[in-house]
C-alpha cells in the first residue's frame, strides 16, 4: 500500500475513533472540557451534540483514555433497549450484582445500593450515552428518574448524552421537558473550518511519522469544500487521494486527485453534505446547449422583432399561485432540459410586452426551469407538492413581493408574475437584472426588456429557491443546539463576531444584537430573528451557486 511509498509508520486517514490521532481544534477542546467537567465533584448532566463524523466518539475515547482517578464509567454504545434492558447494561457495565429475577424495581434498588457504596469510597460514577438520539422517550423519562438518585449534596449518577443534533430536538418535546430542564451543560460540535482542515491533515501525518507536505494547500481546499469539514468525510477522501497518488507513482496530492477521490470515495454524500455540488457538474453538461439556445434565440428574434404591439394590458392583478402539483413524473425535468444557466447573456435587442406575449409557457415548465438551474435532477414523483418535495433536497421556495432592488440583493434566478395585455397573468423566468433592464427566459430564448416596461405588467410577485442550511427556518428566541451554532459560526466568518468567540445554546442578547447589526448593513428589516430573507444572506454562496446576471450594460 501507501505506506511506504509515503514513509508512513501507519495509515493516517483510518475512519476508527483513534484517539492517539484526535486533533483538537479550539471547539474539540471545548467539547472535551464540557465531558470533563462532567466527570467533575460538581458534575451532573451534560449533552454533547454533533453533525455524523465531526469526532463526538473520539473525544469519548480520549476522555476513557485518560484514565481519570475515582471514576468509574458505564458506557452504553447501543441505547435501542427497553427501560428494563437499559438499566440492565447499566448494572452490567459497573458490574453490579442483581438478584434473580430480574425487574426494573430490582435493578434500579441494585444500583442505588452501589452508588451509595462507590460514593462512600469516594469515588465517582459516570454513565455516558453515545447515540442517544435513538433513545425511546420512555428510555429517557427512566434517564432522568437515574438522576434522583442522590445524597443530600451530590448526584450518585452522573449523565452525558451524546448524539447528532437530532438529540437536541427530542429533548425540546414537551413531555420531556423535565429531563431538558435538568441539563447543566450543552454543547454543539461543529465541522472544521478551511484552515482547521489544513491543520488536521498535517496533524494526523505527523502522527504517521512524516512531515512532508504531501497534500497541495489547492488539494486541502478542495477536499475541505467536498467534505464540507467533517473529519470523518476528510479521512475517507485523504486516504483514497493518497491511494491515487501511489498508483499514479506522485509523491504530491493535487487537486485532480483529490477531485477524483472524492468522487469515487463517498459517490453521492456530497449531496447530502454539500447540497450545491451538483450544479458544478451541470455547467460541464450543459455550457454547450446554452450556446445552441442563445444563437437560436437571437436568429428567430431577429425576425419577430418588428410585430405589431398589442392594446394596453388589462388593470387586473392576481397574485401569484404556489407552483402546481406535479402531474407527470418527469415534468420537473423533462420540460427544462433546455433551461439556461445564469450566465452573462450576449446583448440582445430590446423586446415589448406584446413580444413576450407570443411566448407564454404554463408555470410547471417554467418552475421545472428553475429548479434545473439548482439541481440537475429533481425527483419528483406525480401529484407530489414541488416546493415540499424539493425540501428533501434542502431547497426551499420563497415566495414574497418586493422591488428590483430585493431581487438585485437576494441575487438567485426567480419566476415573475407577469399581467399581460392579452393573456393576462404569466409567469417568466428572470435570468438577469442590470439597472435598466431585464433578461427573461422564454421559449424562443432569453429576451431583453426595459425596466420601465417590466413596471407595467409586474406586481412585485416573485418566487425563487434558496438552499436552507438550518433545521428551522426561522432562528429566534425558542432556537437552540445545531441552529444556534451554524448562525454563531456564519456570523464569524462574515466578520461580525471575533473567531474563537465561545458558541452560546441559545439566542442570546448578544447574539440577537449582531443579527440587528448585519440586518441593518444588508438593509433588511431589523428585529434581531434570522428568518428566511436573513436566511438567504447569511448562507454559504459557493462560486456556482444560481445567480442573477448583473452590471450588464
Given at each position: ?275 450545491k455540488a451538483p450544479l458544478r457538474w451541470r455547467w460541464i453538461e450543459t455550457a454547450w446547449l446554452v450556446v445552441l439556445v ?170 425563487l429557491l434558496w438552499r436552507r442550511e438550518t433545521h428551522a427556518i426561522r432562528i429566534d428566541e425558542t432556537a437552540e443546539g ?72
Amino acid at each position: 500500500m501507501y505506506t511506504e511509498y509515503f514513509q508512513l509508520r501507519e495509515m493516517p486517514f483510518s475512519i476508527t475513533p483513534d484517539p492517539a490521532y484526535l486533533y483538537l481544534s479550539p471547539r474539540h477542546q471545548e467539547a472535551l472540557g464540557h465531558l470533563l467537567y462532567g466527570t467533575g465533584q460538581y458534575g451532573g448532566f451534560v449533552q454533547l451534540t454533533g453533525e455524523v463524523g465531526t469526532g463526538k466518539t473520539t473525544i469519548i475515547r480520549s476522555l476513557l483514555d485518560q484514565k481519570l482517578p475515582d471514576v468509574n464509567v458505564a458506557m452504553i454504545h447501543n441505547p435501542r433497549q427497553s427501560e428494563q434492558e437499559f438499566v440492565q447494561s447499566i448494572c452490567d457495565e459497573l458490574h453490579v450484582v442483581y438478584p434473580q429475577p430480574v425487574s426494573l424495581k430490582t435493578l434500579v434498588d441494585a444500583l442505588n445500593e452501589h452508588l451509595l457504596r462507590t460514593h462512600a469510597a469516594g469515588r465517582r460514577t459516570v454513565l455516558i450515552i453515545d447515540e442517544a438520539q435513538n433513545l425511546e422517550p420512555a428510555v429517557l423519562e427512566q434517564v432522568r428518574l437515574l438522576t434522583n438518585l442522590e445524597t443530600a449534596k451530590a448526584k450518585l449518577l452522573r449523565i452525558m448524552l451524546v448524539g447528532q443534533p437530532e438529540l437536541s430536538a427530542l429533548l425540546s418535546r414537551a413531555d420531556l421537558r423535565q429531563l431538558s430542564s435538568r441539563i447543566s451543560a450543552r454543547y454543539h460540535l461543529t465541522p472544521l473550518s478551511a484552515q482547521e482542515t489544513r491543520e488536521y491533515i498535517e496533524h494526523r501525518l505527523r502522527i504517521a511519522g512524516t512531515r512532508t507536505d504531501i497534500f497541495t494547500p489547492a488539494a486541502v481546499e478542495l477536499i475541505h469544500r467536498q467534505a464540507r469539514g467533517v473529519p470523518r468525510l476528510i479521512n475517507i477522501i485523504c486516504d483514497r487521494a493518497l491511494l491515487g497518488a501511489f498508483s499514479g507513482r506522485m509523491r504530491k496530492v493535487t487537486t485532480a486527485i483529490a477531485r477524483k477521490a472524492a468522487r469515487e470515495a463517498i459517490g453521492e454524500l456530497p449531496l447530502v453534505f454539500d447540497p450545491k455540488a451538483p450544479l458544478r457538474w451541470r455547467w460541464i453538461e450543459t455550457a454547450w446547449l446554452v450556446v445552441l439556445v442563445g444563437c437560436a434565440a437571437l436568429f428567430v428574434y431577429s425576425f419577430t422583432r418588428n410585430e405589431p404591439i398589442f392594446a394596453a394590458r388589462s388593470e387586473a392583478r392576481q397574485p401569484m399561485p404556489p407552483p402546481p402539483p406535479v402531474e407527470d413524473s418527469q415534468a420537473t425535468s423533462a420540460d427544462a432540459v433546455d433551461a439556461p444557466a445564469p450566465l452573462l447573456m450576449p446583448r440582445l435587442p430590446t423586446a415589448s410586452l406584446a413580444d413576450l406575449s407570443k411566448t407564454v409557457q404554463p408555470l410547471s415548465v417554467v418552475m421545472g426551469r428553475l429548479i434545473r438551474l439548482w439541481t440537475p435532477r429533481p425527483s419528483i414523483a406525480r401529484g407530489d407538492d414541488v416546493c415540499e418535495a424539493l425540501q428533501v433536497t434542502g431547497l426551499e421556495c420563497y415566495r414574497s413581493a418586493g422591488n428590483w432592488a430585493d431581487l438585485r440583493q437576494m441575487n438567485r434566478p426567480a419566476i415573475l408574475a407577469l399581467t399581460l395585455p392579452a393573456e393576462g397573468l404569466q409567469h417568466f423566468l428572470l435570468l438577469e437584472l442590470g439597472q435598466d433592464h431585464a433578461v427573461l427566459d422564454t421559449v424562443l430564448g432569453p429576451m431583453r426588456l426595459t425596466l420601465a416596461e417590466l413596471e407595467r405588467a409586474w406586481s412585485g410577485e416573485f418566487l425563487l429557491l434558496w438552499r436552507r442550511e438550518t433545521h428551522a427556518i426561522r432562528i429566534d428566541e425558542t432556537a437552540e443546539g445545531a441552529d444556534i451554532a451554524w448562525l454563531h459560526q456564519r456570523l464569524i466568518e462574515l466578520d461580525y463576531l471575533p473567531a474563537g468567540d465561545t458558541t452560546p445554546v441559545t439566542l442570546t442578547p448578544f447574539l440577537a444584537e449582531t443579527v440587528r447589526r448585519l440586518q441593518n448593513d444588508r438593509s433588511l428589516s431589523v428585529d434581531g430573528i434570522a428568518g428566511v430573507r436573513t436566511l438567504i444572506e447569511l448562507g454559504e454562496e459557493l462560486p456556482d451557486t444560481p445567480k442573477l446576471g448583473l452590471g450588464l450594460p
